[in-house]
């Protein structure tokens, strides 16, 4: 498949899922207005959209109507949004740039940021909810348990709660991969098990085949994370590698080093592109996303 033909694909879903998301957001003049204004601030325009790209993959793979697919991508998209606001908060990381704009807590309070990360949590769990989403109830259902696994305690907010006990501490690299696989990678990995639910074709090798390469892909885009903030550092402050210069937390980079991350990366890649390698041509938005994810430069 010709790079021209991933970057429409990409470019096409990116388009639909912000129209998606923003029909789903509430609107700017309907009370309590200062807070559907964050809502809106926080998720619109901006992101590369990479869970939704996901689940569209996904779908593709099980043979999703797209129209069924933009629901959850909409939904994971919400999950990660308030992940984002929440984690900007100075009770977490305490930033005040996301996405080339204030974060939310300095746009607008620490009280509205608290309570957009919940109305948006709330907001992703609504548009699984949708009366007959799917023909299949039991599927749908499915959807909702594998969204609040992976946005729970045993998945993203589980992750966020070890990373916050591990800052100024030295871990070893099974920790730090248990720490990204629940913080990054649960959500990653439910984006495709959701694009696939959307789809009738539901064989059971293959979804297997799909699950694998969530997993490796939720990992891989964790070492490149690393890799990317390591390198910005090193360009804009003359930091040395192996240091995170915004605060003390481990990365893959300041346990492996760059070159042994840059390898892990390389590997995990392979690894999630012969997890699907038995997958037909539909699967080939995925194989070229897992390629984007390692080559991406923003
Ligand atoms: C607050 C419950 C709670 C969880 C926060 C995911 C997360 C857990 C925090 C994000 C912190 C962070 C910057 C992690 C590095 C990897 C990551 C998720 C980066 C941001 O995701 P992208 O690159 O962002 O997909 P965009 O802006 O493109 O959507």
């Known amino acids: 498949m010709s790079t021209a033909t991933f970057s429409d694909w990409m470019r096409t879903i990116q388009a639909r899922t912000e129209t998606a998301l923003s029909a789903a957001l509430p609107p700017l003049d309907v009370l309590p207005d200062r807070l559907h204004e964050a809502m809106r601030y926080a998720v619109l325009e901006g992101g590369k959209r990479v869970r939704p790209l996901l689940a569209h993959g996904a779908g593709r793979v099980t043979g999703a109507e797209a129209a069924i697919v933009d629901r959850v991508a909409c939904a994971v998209e919400l999950i990660h949004a308030y992940s984002l ?23 607008y309070d620490d009280a509205t940021a608290l309570l957009v ?63 990204h696989i629940h913080k990054t990678g649960a ?9 696939a639910l959307c789809g009738p074709e539901q064989d059971p090798t293959v979804l297997a085949r799909l699950d694998q390469f969530s997993k490796r892909i939720g990992l891989l885009f964790q070492v490149v994370d690393d890799i990317l903030d390591c390198e910005a550092d090193t360009a804009t402050l003359g930091k040395t590698a192996g240091k995170d210069a915004r605060n003390d937390k481990p990365t893959y980079v300041t346990l492996l080093g760059m070159d042994e991350a840059r390898r892990l990366a390389a590997e995990l890649e392979a690894d999630a592109m012969d997890a699907i390698g038995d997958l037909d041509a539909r699967a080939d938005m995925l194989r070229a996303l897992a390629a984007y994810i390692v080559r991406r430069r923003f």
Do not use: N, Y
């Not at 929440?86 to 746009?107: A, F, N, Y």
């Not at 499915?142 to 966020?160: D, Y």
């Not at 959500?187 to 694009?195: D, K, M, N, P, Y």
């Open 85 to 107: 606001v929440h984690d900007d908060m100075p009770c977490m990381d305490d930033d005040s740039l996301r996405r080339g704009k204030p974060t939310v807590h300095v746009e």
């Open 117 to 179: 990360g919940d109305a948006l949590q709330s907001l992703a769990f609504q548009q699984l909810a949708e009366p007959d989403l799917l023909p299949d109830a039991a599927r749908q259902l499915k959807m909702v348990e594998h969204l609040a696994i992976a946005s729970g305690s045993r998945g993203m907010a589980g992750g966020q709660a070890i990373d916050l006990q591990s800052v100024g501490q030295s871990i070893s690299r099974e920790a730090l991969e248990i720490m």
């Open 187 to 195: 959500l990653i990995r439910a984006s495709v098990q959701l694009g």
